[in-house]
């Protein structure tokens, strides 16, 4: 049951081209900049990439989006004020774009986790965002029904994890990654620590290890992505 591997580079090897791939973070609290990099050597492309935002500055999603390697982006908020990759592919041409609403991005990955069949929102109601998807009123209000958003892999950043899998998160380093290690097929973690088994708080643990493949420790003097 130990599932913890050495390497960033051994942690996303199988990724193959054409892969949905959950990426946690808002901003760059919660992102794992670790393993992104990894996947930019590893050489996957034609991806499927699931993020609140779009990455920052030259390294992680920012740098696959510049280098091509990113299909299509499904994201609630893409632009921001380092996030020129994703600005220039788009004015280009050289990617796709799916734009979600933050709450219903996170219900969506919510459903998948679940096993749930898709949910009714208002949100987006009589919007861009409502085409060529089913509505309905109900209780006088319009209502747009949303699929839910599985992947293959997620790659999350967590502030701690046993050799089983169970997570600790940090404050808002939390975001997106419990939903994300639910939705996806093969969840890759990187965490600042490792505990030993039985030595995180039940109380604390936020992700039980069953969601969890993989856990990769980066010591936090090598951490690309900060202390969040």
């Known amino acids: 049951m130990n599932k913890t591997v050495h390497s960033a580079a051994q942690a996303v090897a199988d990724i193959p081209d054409g892969a949905t791939v959950l990426v946690s973070g808002f ?43 990113v299909r299509k982006l499904i994201a609630s908020y893409p632009r921001g004020a380092e996030s020129q990759a994703f600005e220039t592919a788009y004015a280009e041409g050289r990617i796709d774009y799916e734009c979600v609403p933050q709450g219903t ?4 990955l919510r459903a998948a986790g679940s096993g749930l069949g898709g949910f009714f929102t208002p949100t987006g109601y009589g919007t861009l ?3 060529g998807k089913e509505t309905r009123v109900i209780k006088g209000v319009g209502h747009v ?16 994890a046993d050799a089983m899998g169970n997570l600790v998160y940090r404050k808002a380093g939390r975001n997106f990654g419990p939903l994300m290690c639910m939705a996806a097929a093969t969840a890759i973690v990187q965490v600042h620590a490792l505990a030993e088994v039985g030595g995180l708080d039940p109380e ?6 069953i969601f969890v493949q993989r856990v990769l420790r980066i010591p936090d003097a090598q951490l690309a992505g900060g202390l969040q």
């Open 27 to 69: 901003g760059l609290s919660g992102q794992p900049v670790d393993l992104l990099d990894a996947l930019v050597e590893q050489g996957a492309r034609d991806l499927t990439v699931v993020c609140n935002n779009s990455g920052s500055r030259d390294s992680g999603l920012a740098r696959l989006i510049r280098l091509g390697r």
């Open 105 to 108: 991005l996170a219900e969506r």
């Open 129 to 131: 965002l409502a085409e």
């Open 145 to 160: 029904f949303e699929e839910p958003l599985p992947a293959d892999y997620a790659l999350v950043k967590a502030q701690c």
């Open 204 to 209: 604390h643990i936020v992700t039980p290890g």
